[in-house]
């Protein structure tokens, strides 16, 4: 990957209210899409409030590409169930790296994001200086599904010998 910009970790940390498609509770997992890259966390048993705690890595070649998430239900015996869908633009967190921000106070909010009717934020989202790493908390709203958000936080990783920000 000759035009690598970095590496965009996303901490799946849970899903809150998710649908109810088995006979009383689900069992999520979350896949997690960029272009051509495609990563999934494991699957959470019976649980419409699952706990991940999971980190996934995306390469960051062209940061104009929306990220996408889609939450399903495991199935045993049939194709597994849709749980609902969102995307989010990784644009103002890009360029909040883009800063090179360097000896401000930890806990330091950069920008905030609020919801609209291009992203899928459940609320305002706060990109953040910590330890040294910028980094953007977020609740996602599902869509094409009754009810259900996922909460991530996102944190960009430098690479050496990438072309960089």
Not at 42 to 51: I, L, S, Y
Not at 139 to 150: A, M
Request: glycine share 6%; net charge neutral; proline share 5%.
């Amino acid at each position: 990957m000759e035009n690598l910009l970095g590496l965009l970790r996303i901490h799946v940390i849970r899903g809150v209210n998710l649908a109810i498609r088995d006979v009383r509770s689900s069992d999520p997992y979350i896949i997690v899409r960029m272009g051509k890259q495609k990563l999934k966390t494991r699957v959470v048993r019976k649980n419409v409030n699952p706990e991940w705690n999971e980190d996934l890595t995306l390469s960051i070649a062209d940061p104009s590409i929306p990220i996408k998430l889609q939450v399903f239900d495991k199935d045993t015996f049939s194709l597994d169930d849709k749980m609902g869908d969102a995307e989010f633009d990784i644009g103002p967190f890009i360029e909040a790296v883009r800063m090179r921000l360097e000896n401000i106070p930890s806990g330091t909010v950069i920008t905030n994001v609020k919801p609209s009717r291009q992203n899928c934020l459940a609320e305002d989202s706060s990109i953040v200086w910590e330890n040294g790493k910028v980094k953007q908390h977020m609740f996602l709203r599902l869509r094409n599904v009754e009810r259900g958000e996922v909460e991530l936080q996102l944190e960009w990783i430098d690479v050496p010998g990438s072309r960089g920000l």
